[in-house]
């Protein structure tokens, strides 16, 4: 610990304790990922002081599709459902918030109903009602109005052809009749089709209520109306904003925000090396995209001890993988893509991202914090590095003993892809299969290049280089964009890169009527081991970011819900 607050130590202590988090983890390096809490306090005051190296995507609510901007909305509005403010795998939990209790499901999953709870306030002191939320669902379904939100709503809900409140003229009396709001405190979504884990889509911003009287549609983002612990104080858009306590929130209203620093900035387009300087000299406390410090800046910190102690490894819900094609020659046989699989030096491919610093050597689709993600390794080899007796096995039974020629690409703006390729080439050489390489640009990657099928197939691309993260750490946020065959599009724009597999659709359907969560999560590492019992694709790196935190920060965690620091829970020693 660096503070001799015994009775602030143990008072937070007790506090989560009492919510089942755990106790404080070791002062160190990777203490704020040891399940505790790095340097616990209850003591309140203080700036907090973050910074962004671009432009926030939009702080309204409805407009904004970043992990960081997701975790930080939660100081400024209150969902349906959030995540537990708790370290590690807890922090993946769902926890009612606005709502009394998690959604109340129909039997058959296309019915879900929430109770608010009462008393609950906008900043100028107006109750908060079950038509501020429906307002705010309605808002985000308008995607010429708030192009960057995610579509999930667009896609579950039974819109019958709604579209937007702006177009609505009988808004004011109805709305989209997908969402009944019977008295001020229940909400009714009606859903087109099962989905077992609306909870998750509860937990988004796009729930946080807006007061009709208050929106201005794409102007709305400059003053967002707060039902959190913070209120806007200014916005300068692109520039700053400053946030302060809001006088209307009510802590007997909300059981998990305990809201430490009494003011919060956050300074914007900022270069990225002058956040990590800033952050090793103490004159900022937290970048706030939460990706870790850059290479210049880890050199600094790893190869001083006292720097390394305030650092830690969060894991992400993200992979980094290259795609089997199985629209491709020879790769439409099953045992040519397992040679792939065998020959593969994972070490190799867990280098160009960094080494350990930059992720774990996966062995399989699902990364560890998604809950109930279970370890397995179907192509095992020495220390990772490869088995090129199994991989000449494999090519045998596949017709190709010699060997084979095909494409591999990799976004050209991405050097790790780059060096990813190189490895990939060098290590399937020894068994015979030669890959020519092939960069195409980022911007049209998926929409003209990889991702398109026919371009893929006419181009010979074998192995697709790419990288996924999920939307929230479920086995549907993760898996659904990846392997269901039914995404695949001929236009172009695809995320599934050549999974086709009846058995995986068949089983992504079961999933989303399954209510039961430990069942359904059984479901999505079922489907994991059937991708890579296919040999759809090759795991390359379970990702990792390496975060700074300055001495002064308090209550410390990263949480598996946002796979970074909980800004719920942030602190500061500095007065």
């Known amino acids: 610990m660096r503070t ?139 995607k010429a109005t708030f192009p960057n939100g995610p579509t999930y709503f667009n896609d579950v809900l039974d819109l019958q052809g709604y579209t937007s409140p702006y177009a609505d003229p009988d808004s004011d009396k109805l709305g989209l009749k997908a969402i009944e709001t019977p008295d001020d405190r229940t909400i009714v979504f009606h859903l087109r089709k099962a989905f077992s ?110 720097r390394r102690a305030n650092t830690d490894s969060a894991s992400v819900a993200r992979l980094w993988f290259t795609a089997l094609n199985a629209d491709v020659a020879p790769l439409d046989n099953i045992h040519c893509r397992k040679a792939v699989l065998y020959a593969a030096d994972r070490a190799g491919y867990q280098r160009a991202y960094g080494g350990p610093t930059g992720g774990e050597i996966a062995t ?79 911007a049209d990657y998926l929409r003209l290049y990889a991702g398109k099928p026919d371009f893929a197939k006419a181009n010979n691309l074998g192995l697709i280089v790419y990288g996924w993260g999920a939307d929230w750490p479920d086995g549907y946020g993760f898996l659904s964009q990846l392997v269901d065959s039914r995404v695949i599009r001929s236009t172009g724009g695809n995320t599934n890169l050549g999974v086709r597999d009846p058995a995986a659709d068949q089983m992504l359907d079961q999933a989303l009527v399954t209510t039961d969560p430990v069942a359904r999560q059984q ?13 759809f694709a090759l795991p390359g790196v379970w990702a990792k970011g390496l975060l700074y935190r300055p001495p002064n920060l308090t209550n410390v965690f990263i949480s598996d819900g946002f796979q970074m620091y909980d800004y719920l829970a942030l602190g500061t020693e500095r007065r």
């Open 4 to 142: 001799n607050r015994r009775a602030a130590a143990l008072a937070a202590l007790t506090v989560f304790m009492l919510a089942g988090c755990g106790g404080p983890g070791p002062a160190g390096a990777n203490s704020g990922t040891s399940g505790g809490i790095h340097n616990p306090s209850d003591a309140r005051g203080g700036t907090l002081r973050y910074a962004n190296s671009g432009d926030w995507d939009s702080l309204d609510p409805a407009d904004t599709y970043y992990a960081y901007s997701w975790n930080f909305a939660r100081l400024y509005g209150r969902s349906l459902v959030m995540f537990k403010p708790a370290p590690g795998a807890l922090g993946a939990t769902l926890v009612p918030d606005l709502a009394e209790s998690l959604g109340h499901p129909s039997e058959d999953a296309k019915t879900w109903t929430y109770t608010l709870r009462p008393g609950v306030k906008f900043e100028d002191g107006t109750p908060v009602t079950s038509r501020d939320v429906k307002y705010a669902v309605e808002r985000s379904l308008d």
């Open 197 to 306: 884990g609306f909870d998750y889509l509860a937990q988004t911003p796009a729930t946080m209520p807006v007061p009709r009287a208050k929106d201005t549609g794409s102007k709305y983002r400059a003053h967002v109306f707060s039902t959190g612990p913070y209120l806007f104080q200014t916005n300068e858009l692109g520039k700053r904003f400053t946030m302060v306590r809001n006088p209307q929130w009510d802590p007997a209203t909300d059981p998990h925000r305990r809201p430490l620093p009494d003011r919060i900035t956050v300074d914007l387009n900022v270069n990225a090396d002058d956040i990590d300087d800033r952050l090793l000299s103490g004159d900022l406390d937290v970048s706030v995209e939460g990706s870790g410090i850059g290479p210049s800046a880890q050199g600094r910190v790893l190869g001083y001890q006292g």
């Open 364 to 442: 399989n689709m699902l990364p560890p914090v998604i809950p109930g993600a279970q370890r397995f390794d179907l192509y095992p080899s020495p220390k990772h590095m490869g088995d090129i007796a199994m991989a000449k096995t494999e090519l045998a039974q596949c017709g190709a003993p010699n060997g084979f020629t095909t494409g591999i690409s990799y976004r050209a703006e991405r050097p790790k892809e780059k060096a990813t390729a190189e490895a990939l080439q060098q290590s399937l050489a020894r068994a015979g299969i030669k890959l020519e390489i092939k960069p195409y640009p980022l």
């Open 523 to 535: 479901i999505w590492v079922s489907i994991d081991r059937r991708v890579m019992e296919d040999a």
